[in-house]
């Protein structure tokens, strides 16, 4: 009984030639489905990165927007107050930001790290090492 392999939708069209990308017992290997164009999880994990990079900054940007609004007729002891609140939202925004050019990088990192993997693979000859 041959082993089943999950066959990503974009190698559903390069099903028809088989040959040479079989194993032992006829199954279909899981260094074809790198073959045949499926990116592997660093593509895919780096472009979730990038999606949680470019929201992270604005999330933590809300807190310090709520502060910096002025109260209407406000006391010494309200303004007090709220510049202290104004100075803990903009250190939250700034770790915020920091954070998420952290993660975007890491995102790009892993995007371009994928597709070097996938070109070296698909070289003759090459071998392959996650």
């Known amino acids: 009984m041959a082993a089943r392999v999950a066959v990503p939708p974009c190698a559903i069209q390069r099903q028809a030639d088989l040959s040479g990308w079989a194993g032992d017992n006829g199954a279909v290997t899981?260094?074809?489905?790198?073959?045949?164009?499926?990116?592997?999880?660093?593509?895919?994990?780096?472009?979730?990165?990038?999606?949680?990079?470019?929201?992270?900054?604005?999330?933590?940007?809300?807190?310090?927007?709520?502060?910096?609004?002025?109260?209407?007729?406000?006391?010494?002891?309200?303004?007090?107050?709220?510049?202290?609140?104004?100075?803990a939202a903009e250190a939250l925004m700034l770790a915020g930001w920091a954070v998420g050019l952290c993660v975007l990088t890491a995102g790009v990192w892993l995007i371009v790290w994928g597709r070097h993997l996938a070109r070296r693979s698909a070289q003759p000859g090459a071998s392959r090492s996650a």
């Open 30 to 87: 899981p260094g074809w489905l790198v073959r045949a164009g499926w990116t592997g999880w660093r593509r895919e994990l780096g472009w979730l990165l990038i999606a949680v990079a470019l929201v992270r900054p604005c999330l933590a940007s809300v807190p310090w927007a709520g502060a910096e609004m002025p109260f209407q007729d406000p006391t010494p002891e309200m303004l007090a107050q709220q510049a202290k609140d104004v100075r």
